[in-house]
Structure formats: structure tokens, C-alpha cells
């Protein structure tokens, strides 16, 4: 099944007093490339979240975020840092006092200072139950986000589909415009052996090597061949179930040098026009390729 890299997903759960929400967006990447931004108390479960993302997405840049807020029925408790406020109190009596300040201390004025308040960590009970949260908001969200990219990777399988059959029918006519040359191409052969035959200083040899090299550059059968096969693969990845966006790219190489061999080799101008349309139509291909997983 062809699927695309880009997407988003959104997914929440809520227990046990918290609610955690996992956002996931993905973009384009040759490899697969994951950010995850979390809150510090699942801090050490960013290796076993990454693990689970790998387990369902094999290329892509992935972008996660995870927030985990506390409902209605569980109220943040938060104390004062006692030992702080008394240091930064010490510290402004003294600067007042070496300034020779007499205004009296101030609640306002301890207030700049960061770190006066802290909340409770969670015992290793909510710790569970925020972890077991957000493993079922990820998967809600992967859910989400394989729907969109199989969804989006549908209608590109529609487009690839009919690029490669327009590269499939320019090849048929110019495997047409080619056996039409025929006639034309045993004249010139002819006319290039009479005039060998002719000369004084005649010589096999070079007329052999003379309708060899003749031959193999008209000759464009071979890489007609090649390049059906390739389209052929290209058609049968289309349908496969695994991810195939590296083996599309390599194809679409193999595709691109047949054509410009074969473009070469013809040496008609009727051809070359047919080879550029069927490059046209392999750069259209290429582009959607770089976004198929």
C-alpha cells in the first residue's frame, strides 16, 4: 500500500485526574527522523516512545509533542521553597544594607526572583497512570496520522499510476517510429557498404567495424526492453504492502537513463520530441516519489 510521509494526528486520554494530549506531524526525509518535545516528569520515556513510533512508521520526519495538563477533579499543589526565599531575602538585606537603603523589604521585591514556587511531583502511582495515558493518546494519534498519509498515498498511487502508462505509451510509439526507419536504415547501410566496396584502398576489417558501430547505434531494442521491465517493477511496487519509496527512487534512476540512452542512440528528431515528453512525465514522478514512505 502506497503511503505518503506527510500527515498529522492528534490524540487524547484522559484517567486518574490527567489528561495527555499527543500531537504528531510528519514531513518528508530520506530516513526516518524523530523530535519529541515532553513534559519532565516522562522525560525518561523518550527512548520507549521513539521505539513505538519506529515500530509503526519507517520513514518521515516526526515532529511530537505531548502535554499533560491536570482535569477539574485534581488540583495542583503548590508550596513555597522555603530555603530559597530565605536565601534571596538574606542576599537583599545585605545589598540594602551595603547600599544604606532604609524602605523596608517588600513581598514584591523577592517576587523577580524564579523558582519561589514549586509543585508536587507525582508519586510513582500517577507516574503509571500519566505513562499508560500517554501511550493511549500515541497510538489514538498514530491511528490518525497512518489514516491521513494511507489516505493521501491513495490518490498519489492515481497520479503514478497514469504517468507511468503515459511513459508506457510514448515508448510503444517510439518502438513504432523506430521499425518505421527500417527501410531507411539498411539504405544508409547499404550506401555506406557500396562506398567501401568501391574504394581502392578497400578493407574488410573496417567495413566490419563500420556496420558494427552503425548497427549498435540504431539499435535501440535492448534498452526498449530494459525500460519496459522497469515500468513494469515500478507498477508491481505500486501494489506492494511494504513501504517502497527507496525502490520507486532507484526505479525512476533505471527509468531516466534508458530513456536517455535510447534518446541518444535513435538520432531522430521525431524520437528525441517523444523521449523529452516521456522525461517530463518522469520528473512528475520523481517529485511524488520523494514523498511516498
Known amino acids: 500500500m502506497i503511503t505518503s510521509m506527510t500527515g498529522?494526528?492528534?490524540?487524547?486520554?484522559?484517567?486518574?485526574?490527567?489528561?495527555?494530549?499527543?500531537?504528531?506531524?510528519?514531513?518528508?526525509?530520506?530516513?526516518?527522523?524523530?523530535?519529541?518535545?515532553?513534559?519532565?516528569?516522562?522525560?525518561?520515556?523518550?527512548?520507549?516512545?521513539?521505539?513505538?513510533?519506529?515500530?509503526?512508521?519507517?520513514?518521515?520526519?516526526?515532529?511530537?509533542?505531548?502535554?499533560?495538563?491536570?482535569?477539574?477533579?485534581?488540583?495542583?499543589?503548590?508550596?513555597?521553597?522555603?530555603?530559597?526565599?530565605?536565601?534571596?531575602?538574606?542576599?537583599?538585606?545585605?545589598?540594602?544594607?551595603?547600599?544604606?537603603?532604609?524602605?523596608?523589604?517588600?513581598v514584591s521585591d523577592i517576587l523577580h526572583f524564579n523558582n519561589l514556587f514549586e509543585s508536587k511531583k507525582e508519586d510513582e502511582e500517577e507516574l503509571r497512570v500519566i505513562w499508560d495515558c500517554t501511550i493511549k493518546a500515541l497510538e489514538n494519534a498514530l491511528q490518525t496520522l497512518n489514516r491521513m498519509r494511507q489516505k493521501e498515498g491513495s490518490e498519489l498511487k492515481l497520479d503514478l499510476v497514469n504517468q507511468i502508462n503515459g511513459i508506457s505509451e510514448i515508448l510503444n510509439t517510439v518502438v513504432e517510429i523506430s521499425e518505421k526507419r527500417l527501410p531507411e536504415t539498411r539504405a544508409k547501410l547499404h550506401e555506406r557498404i557500396r562506398k567501401m566496396v568501391n574504394e581502392d584502398t578497400f578493407d574488410p576489417e573496417r567495413m566490419e567495424m563500420e556496420i558494427a558501430l552503425l548497427v549498435d547505434k540504431m539499435d535501440i531494442n535492448e534498452e526498449v526492453i530494459r525500460l519496459q521491465a522497469h515500468l513494469k517493477f515500478f507498477s508491481e511496487a505500486l501494489d506492494a504492502k511494504e513501504p517502497v519509496g527507496r525502490r520507486l527512487n532507484f526505479l525512476c534512476q533505471e527509468i531516466n537513463r534508458e530513456l536517455n540512452t535510447i534518446g541518444s542512440k535513435a538520432n531522430d528528431s521525431k524520437i528525441a520530441h517523444h523521449i523529452v515528453l516521456g522525461k517530463e512525465k518522469l520528473e512528475q514522478i520523481r517529485e511524488q516519489v520523494q514523498n511516498i514512505e
Not at 526516518?32 to 515532553?38: A, E
Not at 477533579?73 to 542576599?91: H, P
Open 8 to 106: 498529522f494526528g492528534r490524540g487524547v486520554c484522559s484517567s486518574g485526574g490527567f489528561q495527555v494530549t499527543v500531537e504528531l506531524k510528519t514531513l518528508n526525509s530520506r530516513y526516518l527522523d524523530i523530535s519529541v518535545r515532553m513534559p519532565q516528569s516522562i522525560q525518561d520515556k523518550e527512548v520507549a516512545i521513539k521505539e513505538y513510533i519506529q515500530s509503526s512508521l519507517s520513514r518521515g520526519k516526526v515532529v511530537m509533542n505531548i502535554n499533560i495538563e491536570k482535569t477539574g477533579s485534581r488540583t495542583a499543589e503548590i508550596s513555597v521553597n522555603k530555603e530559597l526565599v530565605r536565601g534571596y531575602t538574606d542576599a537583599i538585606s545585605q545589598l540594602r544594607e551595603a547600599a544604606g537603603i532604609d524602605t523596608p523589604l517588600q
